[in-house]
Structure formats: structure tokens, C-alpha cells
């Protein structure tokens, strides 16, 4: 079946401009994460939504980021005035009940502020 | 002290050398633990679950131990192909679907 899908799978934006990241879980998967990772570095935790719950947004490292997730699927991680210090891989991952094993992650959208 | 602690590496062994990556973590209210593996410019993939008891996959050995807060990787008869970083991730007490908390990575190339 389909995994979980990101769009798009790069993006190249001036300092200063919004950008929209999506991503599109797994179907059924109630929960949903967001990550990013500079390179070379580790996961660097984001967001977190489960259900109908409110999200843990603990993770989001200004109020530049937001994160929205409609009717239980699709989510989009908006960033506000990029910075350069924005880029980096932003990884999307879900999970659901049945396989809570496994965090299904995305391949990512590389972004790049210039 | 950060949640989930790796070895920092990076491991450079021959083809069939055994390897192991250690791990520890902060919160003695974890439950679930996982190795994942993570190839350059690619997203993480689980590498499989880590059980009280320990469990083998092929030749791959996890271990967990809660007294010590320390989770453990074994590689046997390493290949080629298990270049790659290791990431340790634990899940903290709660909600089963929770967030994951990742360590940093340990790096493995493997040379022939």
C-alpha cells in the first residue's frame, strides 16, 4: 500500500518568505509527527498529532512554526520569515494502533533558505 | 541530560566483524524501545523492537536493560550493506502511539 508521502520533496526559498511543508500519512494512521534534521545531525522533534487530541507542539522551536492537521489526515507545517537557520530535512512519520511498532517516516522535504 | 543517549561513534569495522552500539535513557517510565536504521539521505526505517528479554533477528541482537536504563545493539558477521547510522528511540510512558524520543546516531561503515 501507499507510505507516507511529502511535498515537495524540495524547496528553495529566499530569507524572509513563508513556506508550506505536507504531508500526507499513511491512510488510517491516527497519529502523525513532524521532525526535522540538519545535516548531519540528529531527529529534532517538532509536533505531534494523535486524534482528535490536542497536538504537542512542545517541540516547535519558534512562533514561525505551526502546524495543522485537517480532518485527521493531511497535515501541513507552515514556516514563517524563513531564516537560514531553517534549513534542513523536515520528516513527516505516522503510526496507527495496530502496528504502533513502527513510526512509518516519509522521505522528506529538504528545504533550503537562501 | 538529554533523553536518549548514543555512543557517538562513528564504528569503522571489517566485513565480519561483530559490533555493538550501546544506548541509555533518562525516564525509568519508558516502554517501548526500538533500534532504527537510517541510510545517508534517506528517512529512518525500524530495525526491529527491543524486548525485556532480549530478542535476535537474524544477526542482529537487542537487549534491554531497565535497572540500568541501557539498551544494547549487536552485529554479527557484519556486511557491507549494514553501513549506516543506528538510531536508539525510546517511547515514554502514556499513550502507546506517543512521541519517540530519538538519540542522535551512531554511524557504522563497514569496509571489505
Known amino acids: 500500500g501507499a507510505g507516507v508521502s511529502q511535498s515537495p520533496s524540495n524547496k528553495v526559498t529566499e530569507k524572509g518568505k513563508d513556506v508550506e511543508l505536507r504531508c500526507d500519512p499513511i491512510?488510517?494512521?491516527?497519529?502523525l509527527y513532524w521532525y526535522r534534521q540538519s545535516l548531519g545531525q540528529g531527529l529534532e522533534f517538532l509536533i505531534y498529532f494523535q486524534g482528535n487530541s490536542a497536538p504537542d507542539k512542545s517541540g516547535l522551536p519558534s512562533d514561525r512554526f505551526s502546524a495543522e492537521r485537517t480532518g485527521g489526515s493531511v497535515s501541513t507545517l507552515t514556516i514563517q520569515r524563513t531564516q537560514q537557520e531553517d534549513s534542513a530535512v523536515y520528516l513527516c512519520?505516522?503510526?496507527?494502533?495496530?502496528?504502533?511498532?513502527?513510526?512509518?517516516f516519509g522521505p522528506g522535504t529538504r528545504l533550503t533558505v537562501l | 541530560r538529554k533523553e536518549v543517549e548514543q555512543d557517538p561513534g562513528p564504528f569503522n569495522v571489517p566485513e565480519g566483524a561483530t559490533v555493538a552500539f550501546n544506548c541509555t535513557y533518562s525516564?525509568?517510565?519508558?516502554?517501548?524501545f526500538f533500534w532504527y536504521r537510517q541510510d545517508c539521505r534517506k528517512e529512518p526505517k525500524l530495525l526491529m523492537s527491543v524486548y525485556s528479554s532480549g530478542n535476535e533477528d537474524g544477526r542482529f541482537t537487542a537487549q534491554l536493560n531497565r535497572a540500568s536504563q541501557y539498551i544494547s545493539l549487536l552485529i554479527r558477521d557484519s556486511k557491507l550493506s549494514d553501513s549506516a547510522t543506528y538510531l536508539c528511540v525510546v517511547n515514554w510512558g502514556g499513550s502507546t502511539l506517543g512521541r519517540l524520543y530519538f538519540g542522535r546516531g551512531t554511524q557504522l561503515t563497514v569496509w571489505p
Open positions: 512519520a505516522s503510526r496507527d494502533r495496530v502496528s504502533t511498532d513502527t513510526q512509518y
Open positions: 491512510s488510517g494512521h491516527t497519529a
Open positions: 525516564n525509568s517510565a519508558s516502554q517501548s
